[in-house]
């Protein structure tokens, strides 16, 4: 019993984890950019969805959709100002200018919320499904999470898979050059790829948030990281693989604190990371890249 | 392309070396000069009408003003921020505070007490947080700088520096007294401990809380931690306490992880008794925390922000007016630390020429002289030792309908 | 690369100038006393970082992998260090040589686990190479956090508990105390130390980089097939790369650690190892001269912004972006190109490594 509940704790965390690395997973795979700064839009979203409920009073749905409005907004100006110009750069160079939106955006946030931290309120309302006399509780967010963890993978797939623009998506990840020459405008696709990834950072903040309720400027960047990791874990690009590898992250972690040691969890977590990418070095549903000589 | 490049950013350099350099010669202008901007009342200048000796003495403040750990560094300078100007009101001392960002680190502290040594501080007021405190005191205790740290609480921040002294309780003293409180109240049989063994205020408390509970016979049931990498998923370690039968637990931590703590235990319906240390206060100020959460919570705090003394609703209200928020002990530490110093300069001679050096070798002999005793926000009859650590009566509380209620 | 070899002499020349005059100029400052406590208190750190920068440069610009773990080896050097000198306090009193010893064994473990590291990392490729430099980054930084060290007169004694643990007897100290880290550490790193492991840095580099060695650590870093079907065995020049820049990290690490008289394991995090890349980076992929420039630069930057107060790090974050963005500006090139600088051609060599 003890067991099951462990494995519901770590599914809880790895959802969280998840969806995070849905929006990291997408821009990383199309646009080839590791935006480290995914992690504090999230904590924007978290804030407007915070500001939504609390101060101007709005239902929870509308203050996730202004959320998703608002980051987007912020995702499609900060593309244009601090990414776009970076377009034939190389790409560690926009990977340390997305390191100084992340400080601009901590920075900002502090200026505009303070330093104290928010108790931020559930935009979940789903009763706790409660198992075997209450042994077992399986929380409405963690239900919620899953469910649209699943949604986004399925408008995703369908958006890459059946679309014109997910047609494109796809040549600009496989070969920006050759998509470029086969008329696909590559610039509009990254940005739009931008734009969807924005959004989907702004209903991971707002589930995060309602999973862990404390908000601070600081909020999104450690589950930021660790989304990145589920990201290449699951195999880079790979949509299933994000949430695979959120899912199993969250499990790997709470498993370890249980049954190993709770001073030990991180070491813990990312040794076994390191031992499955020994054993598959392209992540768990990554491709494998054929090199040609 | 590339030498082009590099020898603007040679010249960057040099721009900025130079800069710097000549801070040695003028000392950079004080960012915050909340002392010169409050005019004197025209009243005390008639108390005092030979106001030309009046000292102005350059207070350097230290703490994380960004970062992780900010809340703790903004709250203390401006809680010291109110002490200076209220007291430069009153038309004696005049301070002038110049607080410095540290970023909660050892590098970026010595950076910024560097800074402040080039402005001319003549007393340090930090710094906020305990690692970069214990790397700032050493310097401060070579260059013979006195420092009274609002909140660094780690005896390592004094140990063998006869010039710093701390207004807050060191780690280990929490530890012992909170064991105490436990035993002597009869609070609990089983204790479960939940601490953060990244964070050295954390384990400092927690590990005098072992030994002393180990020295009273408490049953320590259940030990396990988190870091600030993993403080956001608290069940294995409520369901290891609730497997061992504790009856109370143990939160050696700050409030942000503790409310999640409480709430994680609310939803797996396990209720034991939640015991705090000062690092818990300010739970009940989050905006927007659900206060019936914390039903019952006791904690050890020496500032309690709903006291109805005057001088805490003073501080209060004026706290809330300048900066919209109630303020937490870190605040009220800064604001005592500035007032600790105005009680010990207010009837000595110095004047804005006095080193750094004399008004050390002064303030060492006040502060640990018999007669000496300060009362202040975070406490009454406050007395300091020779080694730097302040000695007050902490205060235990628990709560109750949303307020601090007295547990004695 | 298509450089002359005298050509890369009077450039790595140049690289040597540099850092002497730059010494040389501090200190007549210094013994001038035109010098402020800011900037010599930063001198250290400068050179610590430096050191970093430029063997960061090795795995990244090089060997062409990107590390995002590699305050993971200044970690490992500072806290090898710390024990090294603290342990010799008694037995060597000349504080330049128990600090040349507490550089070297903080090099030497630093290189133990590069080497242990390397094993793994260096079968993964992109972005998976870089996730496991992470990871270690983050477990080395873990179990620092929980380890205690202390002595006393039966020995060393080693736990992951609490110092309670340690169970030292009369007389005993606590050297390392998990979270609380090092404290009480003696001050030993000079200025001078750190100009002079910034040499030895500069001389192992350099000459790696322009030796038999350094050309097959770049044929591997442009063609890995290529390199390998000529013979070069990749995964021993990988390594050779590898172990010596984490080797020059750990010295690093110990000269940091040693400058002050505490030192934590979180410092040494994520965003310690992001910033030096950030000084790669802006330096220039395999440009060591960018590499000290830049470092130095983004140093005292903050520093220099302290006037402006609460915004302070927000300014450094619009600097950091905007630097990047002029950097990269094609146009620009294209301005400065016309003005009459030639030497595009390098700057495409050296940014090759840049896809990693």
């Known amino acids: 019993m003890d067991f099951l509940s462990y494995l519901i704790s770590g599914i809880s965390l790895g959802s969280i984890y998840a969806i995070i690395a849905l929006g990291y997973t997408m821009v990383y795979g199309i646009a080839k950019m590791l935006n480290f700064a995914h992690g504090d839009v999230i904590m924007v979203g978290g804030y407007m969805s915070f500001m939504a409920t609390t101060h101007f009073g709005w239902p929870p749905l509308l203050s996730v959709l202004f959320a998703m409005a608002v980051c987007t907004l912020l995702g499609i100006v900060i593309e244009q100002l601090a990414y776009k110009p970076l377009r034939s750069a190389p790409a560690l160079a926009v990977l340390i200018t997305a390191i100084g939106v992340s400080y601009f955006l901590q920075n900002a946030a502090l200026l505009i919320w303070s330093a104290n931290p928010k108790s931020f309120s559930s935009v979940v309302f789903l009763e706790a499904l409660r198992l075997f006399d209450g042994r077992l509780i ?69 589930l995060l948030c309602s999973a862990y309720p404390i908000l601070m400027p600081t909020t999104g960047a450690m589950p930021g990281i660790k989304a990145f990791t589920a990201a290449v874990f699951g195999g880079i690009g790979s949509i299933p693989g994000a949430f695979l590898g959120g899912i199993l992250l969250g499990i790997i972690e709470i498993l370890g604190k249980a049954y190993i040691s709770t001073q030990l969890s991180d070491a813990i977590v990312f040794a076994v990371l390191i031992i499955i990418l020994l054993v598959k070095p392209t992540g768990l549903l990554g491709k494998k890249v054929l090199v040609k000589v | 392309m590339k030498r082009r490049f590099y020898s603007t ?64 560094g903004i709250a203390a300078a401006n809680g010291a921020k109110i002490a200076v100007d209220e007291i430069n009101a009153l038309g004696g001392i005049q301070f002038e505070l110049n607080f410095q960002d540290d970023e909660h680190d050892a590098e970026k502290s010595v950076n910024a007490y560097n800074v402040l040594k080039d402005w001319g501080m003549q007393i340090l007021v930090g710094t906020v947080t305990t690692t970069p405190g214990i790397a700032v005191s050493a310097e401060a205790f070579e260059d013979r700088i006195f420092a009274l740290t609002p909140s660094a609480s780690s005896p390592a921040v004094v140990e063998g520096k006869d010039n710093v002294f701390q207004m807050c309780f060191t780690d280990p003293n929490q530890g012992i007294a909170s064991a105490q409180y436990i035993q002597d ?158 009680e010990a300069l207010k009837d000595s001679d110095v004047t804005a020429d006095t080193s750094a050096s004399e008004l050390c070798d002064l303030l060492i002999g006040t502060f640990t002289s018999d007669s000496f005793v300060f009362n202040g926000l975070t406490g009454e009859n406050m007395t300091w030792s020779k080694s730097g650590e302040v000695a007050k009566a902490p205060k235990g509380m628990v709560i109750e309908n949303g307020v601090y209620v007295g547990m004695d | 690369m298509g450089r002359l070899r005298l050509k890369t002499s009077t450039d790595n020349l140049l690289t040597y100038g540099l850092v002497i005059v730059a010494y040389v100029v501090i200190r007549i400052l210094i013994a001038g006393g ?60 000349t504080t330049w040589l128990r600090l040349a010893l507490a550089m070297l064994i903080g090099a030497i473990f630093a290189g133990i686990f590069g080497f242990l590291i390397g094993v793994p990392v260096l079968r993964l490729e992109g972005d998976y190479l870089a996730i496991v430099t992470l990871a270690f980054g983050e477990i080395i930084k873990n179990v620092m956090n929980i380890i205690y060290i202390g002595y006393d007169a039966s020995g060393i004694q080693f736990s992951m508990e609490s110092t309670n643990a340690l169970q030292l007897g009369e007389g005993g100290k606590v050297i390392l105390s998990g979270p609380m880290g090092a404290i009480g550490i003696t001050k030993l790193s000079t200025f001078t130390a750190g100009f002079i492991l910034i040499l030895i840095s500069l001389v192992i580099v350099l000459n790696l980089i322009n030796s038999r060695a350094g050309r097959a650590i770049m044929a591997v870093r442009d063609d890995k097939i290529a390199a390998e079907s000529v013979g070069i065995s ?79 790090m927000l300014v450094y974050a619009v600097i950091l972006i905007l630097v990047m963005l002029v950097r990269n500006n094609t146009t620009l090139q294209h301005l400065f190109q016309r003005i009459g600088v030639r030497r595009k051609k390098d700057l495409l060599n050296g940014e090759k490594g840049d896809d990693a």
Not at chain 1, 156 to 174: D, F, P, Y
Not at chain 2, 51 to 59: E, P, R, S
Not at chain 2, 231 to 257: C, H, M, R, W
Not at chain 3, 37 to 64: F, H
Request: charged share 15%; with cysteine.
């Open chain 3, 34 to 93: 035109s010098i402020s406590s800011a900037l010599q208190g930063q001198l250290v750190p400068i050179t610590a970082y430096i050191v970093m920068a430029v063997s960061l440069n090795l795995t990244v610009g090089v060997l062409g992998e990107l590390s995002l773990g590699h305050a993971g080896f200044m970690s490992v050097g500072a806290f090898s260090g710390v024990v090294t000198a603290t342990l010799l306090a008694g037995a060597i009193p």
């Open chain 1, 138 to 206: 399986i929380s409405g967010t963690t239900i919620v999470t899953i469910i649209v963890c699943l949604v986004i993978i399925l408008i995703l797939n369908t958006i890459v898979n059946k679309t014109k623009v997910g047609r494109a998506m796809r040549a600009v990840s496989e070969d920006k050059d050759a998509a470029q020459l086969m008329g696909v405008n590559v610039n509009k696709t990254i940005s739009i790829t931008f734009a969807i990834g924005s959004a989907l950072a702004a209903i991971a903040g707002v």
């Open chain 2, 185 to 342: 109240k009869n609070l609990a049989t089983k204790v479960a401990i939940i601490y953060n063994n990244a964070d050295a205020y954390s384990t400092g408390i927690y590990e005098k809380f072992v030994s002393e509970a180990k020295a009273k016979n408490l049953e320590v049931v259940s030990t396990t931690t988190f870091t600030d990498d993993t403080a956001n998923d608290f069940s294995v370690q409520l369901t290891e306490a609730q497997k061992a039968g504790a009856d109370l637990i143990f939160l050696p931590i700050y409030y942000q992880p503790a409310s999640l703590i409480l709430a994680q235990a609310k939803a797996m319906n396990y209720e034991p008794t939640f015991f705090g240390v000062d690092g818990m206060d300010g739970i009940l100020t989050m905006e927007n925390f659900d206060t019936a959460l914390a039903e019952g919570v006791m904690l050890l705090t020496p500032f309690v922000a709903d006291a109805t003394d005057e001088k805490t609703v003073s501080f209060v209200k004026k706290y809330d007016e300048l900066y919209g928020e109630v303020p937490n002990q870190f605040a009220a530490d800064g604001y005592d630390v500035v007032y600790a110093l105005y």
């Open chain 2, 9 to 72: 950013f040679a010249v960057a350099l040099v721009l900025c070396l130079a800069l710097l350099a000549g801070c040695a010669g003028q000392p950079a202008k004080p960012t915050e000069p909340s002392g010169s901007e409050a005019p004197v009342p025209s009243e005390s200048e008639s108390v005092k009408p030979d106001d030309g000796v009046k000292a102005t003495i350059k207070l350097g403040g230290i703490g994380p003003l960004t970062g992780g750990a900010a809340v703790y």
């Open chain 3, 234 to 312: 990749v995964w021993r020049y990988r390594m050779m790369a590898f172990v010596t820049s984490a080797m020059l990290a750990g010295a690093a690490g110990a000269l940091y650690a040693l400058n002050y008289s505490t030192v934590v394991a979180r410092k040494f995090d994520f965003n310690t190892s992001i910033l030096v890349l950030v000084f790669v980076v802006l330096g220039g992929m395999g440009n060591i001269r960018g590499s000290i420039i830049a470092a130095t630069v983004l140093t005292v930057l903050p520093e220099v912004l302290r006037t402006f107060n609460e915004v302070r």
